[in-house]
């Protein structure tokens, strides 16, 4: 049973309250991070049970809070027979992304589903996941921010929220200032997905495709400098090829968010960043 | 541009108002039907600019219309140079899906992603939905209703708001009320799916088992009878096999209706009712 405080009760016409502000539960089965139930939001105050006549058994749960509103206080209840320990804490150096709206988790059905969730679960390793709805453009005080940590690897995870002269100006030194931190720490940069609406709408496209372009343009020029360790991810192929993986052209659904899941973590394999699993 | 009026403005806390009550626009795409966009509502009364900036050309276009509320007026704008056409009438039978909230499409996040609009765009054939949220209970004046229907095939799309007691009372009369009609068409049964929490959750998950162990057991006293072209399909597999499909261990994401639209597109191809695709 779980109880929770929101900061807003924000809502949205396109993505689901339990995504907006509810509470996902997993727990893990045999190595594997097993969903069992949502809490759904039905004002400021919530109350809701996720779950009850189970086999009394120790196990590890895990529990992910609201996407697009924030937690002022939360309470967990068990039966008066449990117990709850403390986690284990890992010593796994952690994922960083830092983006738009879809890397907020803009509109995953659930907070368990957004992409940085599902990478977790799949690579049992931290995803700190620094996206902004609306924003994302690799401002100096963000990328002073996420420099603070010390990442497995930086994912800058589309450029959606930009302009190009704002790529020309932001992308270059959001890398100089994690590298003077982090002399060697993989940073990638993922192309922005293109909006479904703009197969058709051709202005939209040519706007899309100018983005990318600067971005890419950007990357050359940091390897031109001497950067290493810069990887660069084209949007191609990230939401599947058959156009069906948003709600509104642009924010990815959870069936989204699950290929595009898939999509980082074969090209993170390709470019042999998850093999970097060292300890801190 | 489409402009909508609701009839309830409905509201839900697991489904995005996208899917209760937005707009979806496809267009034929190299025979494919292609997402464009999601008009999303704001209120009661709703106008939205699905899509602009095209090259000038003749397309076909598909819209569909809310899930979880009525559309009272629909008026959709073009632009003063173009002009819309009357569609072309199918000579084909429809598919006639009759269930619960889940076949409702509960809970899509925007209308063209319930399971029966997938399978409808992927098959080329209508599909019917009578999907009715907290009911879908076998009860004989829908049965009549749907009997009128000249199907290629019907479907009794899930068993999860009825008792074991009302599947023993309904399926069997269910049978003999469209048989009355028609001779043999093929009539399939599909078992409900399990909720995500009843693999925790025993007295849940032993209510469900119940309910399909009944359906099964009138279904082989259906084949007893001498009843033809009645079909099973079991629940295993309908939705994958990772727990990631629902939205609150019930009702289906995106990801999972795309899901059950493949399920039951193999199950359908498996008892080869979809190869009986003769005109009316």
């Known amino acids: ?23 996902d539960l997993y727990f893990k089965n045999n190595g594997i991070w097993q969903y069992i139930n949502t809490a759904r939001p039905s004002g400021k105050s919530n109350d809701f049970l996720l779950v009850g006549n189970m086999n009394p058994s120790m196990r590890e749960y895990k529990m992910y809070l609201p996407l697009y509103d ?13 117990n709850i320990l403390k986690p284990e804490r890992t010593n796994k150096k952690p994922i960083v992304f830092y983006g ?10 659930r ?3 957004v992409h940085t969730s599902i990478i977790s679960r799949k690579l049992a390793v931290e995803c700190i996941n620094f996206g902004f709805s609306g924003n994302g453009r690799m401002e100096k005080p963000l990328a002073e ?25 932001n992308a270059i030194p959001l890398v100089e200032i994690i590298r003077s931190r982090h002399a060697a720490t993989p940073i990638i940069f993922v192309e922005g997905l293109l909006n479904d609406r ?3 709408d051709l202005k939209t496209r040519n706007a899309e495709v100018a983005k990318n372009e600067m971005l890419k343009s950007e990357y050359q020029e940091m390897i031109r400098r001497g950067f290493k ?8 192929g990230g939401k599947g090829s058959d156009f069906e993986s948003t709600v509104d052209g642009v924010h990815l659904t959870d069936l989204g968010f699950s290929r595009y899941a898939d999509f980082l973590l074969k090209e993170f394999r390709r470019i042999k960043v998850t093999d970097r699993k060292r300890g801190r």
């Open 70 to 82: 924030g937690v002022t206080n939360l309470e967990i209840g068990l039966d008066s027979t449990s």
């Open 198 to 200: 703009s197969y058709l």
């Open 145 to 169: 921010l996420i420099s603070e940590i010390d990442a497995l690897f930086y994912v800058m995870d589309g450029t959606n929220n930009m302009t190009p002269e704002q790529i020309h100006e």
């Open 111 to 113: 907070p368990g589903m």
């Open 229 to 236: 360790n810069i990887y660069y991810i084209g949007q191609a």
């Open 1 to 23: 049973r779980v109880k929770w405080e929101l900061l807003n009760d924000a809502k949205m016409n396109h993505m689901a309250e339990t995504g907006i502000k509810g509470i």
């Open 100 to 109: 738009t709206s879809i890397t907020q988790g803009g509109c995953a059905s």
